[in-house]
């Protein structure tokens, strides 16, 4: 396997604090905010181009959105460019932005194939349906989905959470293809935001019991 899901960790981030002075009646559901398909950040894709351009500001988004201390912020931003380089050669890569007056978020990948470098490791572990599906070019790799903390952690199952809108937009621009990730085993931060944002593992979890190797593979439909 040479491509999996990056996404920032938050683990080093506090949970929000409720605003003082302010109280909520039991059982009224709380006030929505964040982006929404029609408020807040614009989506738009970029071209193999613009990527190149944009890639010192890509990185900076990763590593602001990661946290800690200037080293591990240097780290964070070298080893996502690494990432982010690999998958751009692909063929079919695809990276879309959100931005306001400044850049927010972005998420990427490309058409996965029935034979090439992203199956390795999984030979004759994979459902079957997974393999037709890239066979026919029905599926897609997310690789990436760099956003902010709160996306994580605030309204996961509302259609305007920026990383569901970000995800969503990938699979449509590519004719509403199946989206596919893999994740190192023992992330279990990412999975839980994967599937809070509607990923579910491949094959109903049957592939946990079959494949105890270093990396889950997860499935997201797309909207219908």
Request: proline fraction near 8%; include cysteine.
């Amino acid at each position: 396997m040479t491509a999996h899901m990056i996404l920032p960790t938050i683990s080093n981030l506090p949970a929000p604090r409720p605003t003082p002075g302010k109280s909520r009646t039991p059982g009224r559901p709380k006030r929505e905010q964040g982006s929404s398909p029609h408020e807040g950040e614009r989506l738009r894709p970029l071209t193999r181009g613009q990527v190149e351009d944009r890639l010192q500001e890509l990185g900076d988004l990763y590593a602001e959105v990661s946290g800690g201390g200037p080293w591990a912020w240097n780290q964070a931003r070298t080893g996502f460019l690494r990432h982010l380089a690999a998958d751009a050669r692909r063929p079919g890569f695809s990276l879309l932005i959100a931005e306001t007056t400044a850049l927010t978020g972005c998420a990427y990948g490309f058409p996965a194939r029935s034979a090439g470098p992203w199956w390795e490791g999984f030979d004759g572990h994979l459902p079957v349906s997974l393999l037709r599906r890239a066979a026919s070019g029905r599926l897609f790799v997310v690789s990436g989905i760099i956003v902010p903390p709160h996306v994580r952690r605030e309204y996961q199952n509302r259609a305007w959470n920026l990383a569901r809108r970000l995800q969503q937009r990938l699979l449509a621009d590519h004719g509403g293809v199946l989206g596919v990730t893999s994740v190192d085993s023992g992330d279990d931060g990412t999975v839980e935001a994967l599937r809070s944002w509607g990923w579910r593992s491949a094959g109903d979890d049957a592939l946990t019991a079959l494949l105890p190797g270093p990396f889950r593979v997860l499935v997201l439909a797309p909207e219908t």
